[in-house]
């Protein structure tokens, strides 16, 4: 009995020492692998964290740069604000220059024709006081060039062709004459004699509407006006024109007629011998 009982202490003694054995052995593989498993989990959330750090600085990044690029945005939108401004304020200048520049013109090209019809008024006083001078003196001045006709100290030309107002009157002062101005009826009975066209005169209101004005500017001190004209038909008729009738009539500058009459001084000849010694007096044409 005593060797059976001991024999199966052996045994059980034999099992429980194998079996701690091997729970010994499956703790070692156990906390090996989970040393393992540990290990690459940490390793793992070790890689994870450097990716979430470097997803973080690149998010920060992009942000900053987001930022930087908000901020050269405003700065061109600024820049710009001012260039236009600067452009808007340049262009103001500008047309304040050509206004300027516009408006110097005008009053050059005013004042030009100012001291230019001054001095074309002086040329005419000094050349009909020649004349006066002349005729108290003797002379004959009557003298006109080819293809005038003379009458009362003045020469006359009856020009034919479809000419404009501004054309006749450059084709007159080509001829170095003007466009008629008419003073008396006996002027006008004299041109009506000679002309049986529509013709243009020397008699407008471009400056001042209703303010006639002939080209020589003398005064109007004779009309010879159409019935019921000068009426301004259109509100743009500031040129004269003589009626083959003879009558006058205020039209469209830019009307065509087919004749013009330009007139120039006649000429002073030698003194006509005198017995008296005085002043011959002026055959009458």
């Known amino acids: ?18 079996t701690v054995r ?7 593989v156990a906390a090996h692998s989970l040393k393992q498993v540990e290990d690459a989990a940490a390793q793992n959330v070790s890689l994870v964290s450097k990716d979430l750090q470097k997803y973080q600085s690149d998010q920060i990044a992009q ?23 600067q ?20 009053l050059s090209l005013n004042e030009r024709r100012t001291v230019s019809n001054l001095l074309e008024n002086l040329q005419e006083a000094v050349r009909k006081l020649w004349v006066e001078i002349r005729m108290a ?15 009362q ?11 404009r107002w501004l054309q006749a009157r450059f084709a007159c002062s080509d001829l170095e004459g003007r466009l008629v101005s008419i003073h008396s009826q006996e002027e006008q009975d004299f041109l009506s004699k000679h002309t049986s066209k529509d013709s243009w005169i020397g008699l407008q209101d471009l400056d001042v509407e209703g303010d006639f004005v002939w080209m020589d500017r003398s005064p109007v001190s004779y009309s010879n006006w159409l019935r019921g004209e000068p009426n301004n038909s259109g509100l743009d008729e500031h040129c004269v024109m003589m009626r083959a009738s003879g009558h006058w009539n205020d039209v469209f500058c830019r009307s ?21 010694g005085g002043p011959t007096p002026t055959p009458t044409p």
């Open 1 to 18: 009995m005593v060797v059976l009982w001991a024999g199966v202490m052996t045994l059980l003694f034999l099992w429980h020492w194998d």
């Open 22 to 28: 091997n729970l010994k052995q499956v703790e070692d």
């Open 63 to 85: 942000k900053l740069q987001a930022i930087h690029m908000a901020q050269n945005m405003q700065e061109l939108q600024a820049e710009q604000k001012q260039m236009k401004s």
């Open 87 to 106: 452009d808007s304020h340049l262009a103001w200048n500008l047309q304040r220059m050509q206004e300027d520049l516009t408006q110097a013109k005008s």
């Open 137 to 151: 003196k003797g002379s004959a001045c009557s003298t006109c060039p080819e293809q005038w006709l003379n009458f």
């Open 153 to 163: 100290q003045k020469c006359y030309y009856f020009g034919e062709g479809t000419k």
């Open 256 to 276: 065509q007629l087919d004749a013009w009459v330009c007139e120039q001084l006649a000429t002073c000849g030698p003194p006509t011998p005198s017995t008296s």
